[in-house]
Nanobody, 132 residues
Framework: QVQLVESGGGLVQAGGSLRLSCAAS????????MAWFRQAPGKEREFVAS????????YYADSVKGRTTISRDNAKNTVYLQMNTLTPEDTAVYYC?????????????????????????WGQGTQVTVSS
């Protein structure tokens, strides 16, 4: 069992930055594949970024690539999402998610780690609002 708690959301002006954190409970955090998803009002939950158990593999949605960095600190049971050059289109509730590692053969840009249905554990979400 893994419990996830997100923090770091808030209101920011366009062009600004935010760093989201996701603190996980459980001794097996370091074995989990971690991801961030987001959901805007009236839209489906969508993939933002993911990171393998070791942190050696990272993946990003095209919409955030180049201005977003996902990282993890297994000693602190925490995963981070650094977002820069934010736009109003980034406004959404951001969710942290965890799943047992998918296996290295699935470490591909469009692999199962990008799909909502493949994650077992979710945080409660943190609101990010970007004003124009």
């Amino acid at each position: 069992q893994v419990q996830l708690v997100e923090s770091g959301g808030g209101l920011v002006q366009a062009g600004g930055s935010l760093r989201l954190s996701c603190a996980a409970s459980g001794r097996t955090f370091s074995t989990y594949f971690m991801a961030w998803f987001r959901q805007a009002p009236g839209k489906e939950r969508e993939f933002v970024a993911s990171i393998s158990w070791s942190g050696g593999s990272t993946y990003y949605a095209d919409s955030v690539k180049g201005r977003t960095t996902i990282s993890r600190d297994n000693a602190k049971n925490t995963v981070y999402l650094q977002m820069n050059t934010l736009t109003p289109e980034d406004t959404a509730v951001y969710y942290c998610a965890a799943a047992p590692d998918f296996g290295s053969r699935y470490y591909t840009p469009r692999g199962p780690h990008t799909r909502v249905s493949n994650y077992d554990y979710w945080g409660q979400g943190t609101q990010v609002t970007v004003s124009s």
